[in-house]
Nanobody, 123 residues
Framework: QVQLVESGGGLVQAGGSLRLSCAAS????????MGWFRQAPGKEREFVAA????????YYADSVKGRFTMSRDNAKNTEYLQMNSLKPEDTAVYYC????????????????WGQGTQVTVSS
């Protein structure tokens, strides 16, 4: 089992920045691909970003490319999502996830999920 706890969400004005963190415990963190997803009210959970087990590769949804940056510190069992130039349409509950699938952009590719953290961007 892997336990994931997100933090860092909040209310920010459009154009502002937030950094989300996801702290992991349980099985070795360094062996998992980590992902971020988000879910807005009335919408399906969607892929935001992912990072491979060693941080060697990152992947982003087109909607956040160039604005969000994902990183991880395996020594601290923590991953991060730096979100810049935030837009009102980024408003959602953000979830971190861990998995060992070769694919990274679907919810079924992940085995463990955090409880989510709310991000609200005002216009």
């Amino acid at each position: 089992q892997v336990q994931l706890v997100e933090s860092g969400g909040g209310l920010v004005q459009a154009g502002g920045s937030l950094r989300l963190s996801c702290a992991a415990s349980g099985r070795p963190f360094g062996s998992y691909t980590m992902g971020w997803f988000r879910q807005a009210p009335g919408k399906e959970r969607e892929f935001v970003a992912a990072i491979t087990w060693n941080g060697g590769s990152t992947y982003y949804a087109d909607s956040v490319k160039g604005r969000f940056t994902m990183s991880r510190d395996n020594a601290k069992n923590t991953e991060y999502l730096q979100m810049n130039s935030l837009k009102p349409e980024d408003t959602a509950v953000y979830y971190c996830a861990a998995g060992r699938s070769l694919r990274y952009d679907g919810t079924l590719n992940y085995d463990y999920w955090g409880q989510g953290t709310q991000v609200t961007v005002s216009s």
